[in-house]
């Protein structure tokens, strides 16, 4: 089967992560979390004190950041430099960061070449909120998964580590200001691309989603 550039958008909580692993292993892809990377710039400005509206600080961070996907035997590890930072970009303070960090065109420009980049090889799933619009247009398929605001704030709650504190509502209440920052920002606001195919996962477990998009993907 041909190889292909597949997408897959949509708002936190709907799955995309679970999904794209799953697709990318029946479909023996690569896969790349694009909202890793951005949690990674998060990461590292908010370590060297760097506020999102600095953008004269992101813009220095950016010009010298070096992130990269290792794949062993924990899985795919994103490192920063020689620092493997995949377990400290989890957080609910880096979470909020890198939205607020995604906003920024300074950011949002140093990870689109990054992306393309790792897009030159075929086979490959890209999961984030603008994939299929800005930087990968002329994907082959282009996915958007979407969920009802409790089933992914649920979601979002069983994915906590056991340390978290957070109660199921400040879950909701961050997830619903996310939802809004990413939906409203002026460059790349998440939304479904013009040609995506729209999934709702609400009550879809991750096998019935991945055989649905496999069923699109056979008619390519
Ligand atoms: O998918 P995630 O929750 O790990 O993403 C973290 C943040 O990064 C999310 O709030 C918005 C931003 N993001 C983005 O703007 N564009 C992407 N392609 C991926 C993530």
Known sequence: MKRLVITIDGPAGA???????????????????TGALY??????AGSRGITPDDDKGLENLCSTLDLKFVSNKSG???FSRD????????TPSITMLASAVSAR???????????RKLGKEK????EGRDMGT?????AEVKFFLDASRKARAIRRYKELKPSNTQTLQEVEKDMDQRDKNDSTRSLA????????????????????VVELMLSHIKDI
Do not use: H, M, W
Not at 134 to 138: A, E, G, R, S, T
């Open 76 to 78: 795919l590890r994103l």
């Open 123 to 126: 086979g490959v799933i890209f």
């Open 15 to 33: 799955g995309k992560t679970t999904v794209s692993q799953a697709l990318a292993e029946r479909l023996n892809y690569r896969y790349i979390d």
């Open 134 to 138: 800005v930087v990968f247009p002329d």
């Open 105 to 115: 065109p300074v950011v949002r420009n140093y990870l689109l070449g990054l992306q």
């Open 39 to 44: 949690r990674g710039v998060a990461y590292e």
């Open 83 to 90: 620092s493997d930072i995949t377990d400290l970009i989890r």
């Open 189 to 208: 606001p998440l939304k479904p691309a013009p040609d995506a195919i729209l999934i709702d996962s609400t009550g879809l477990s991750v096998d019935e």
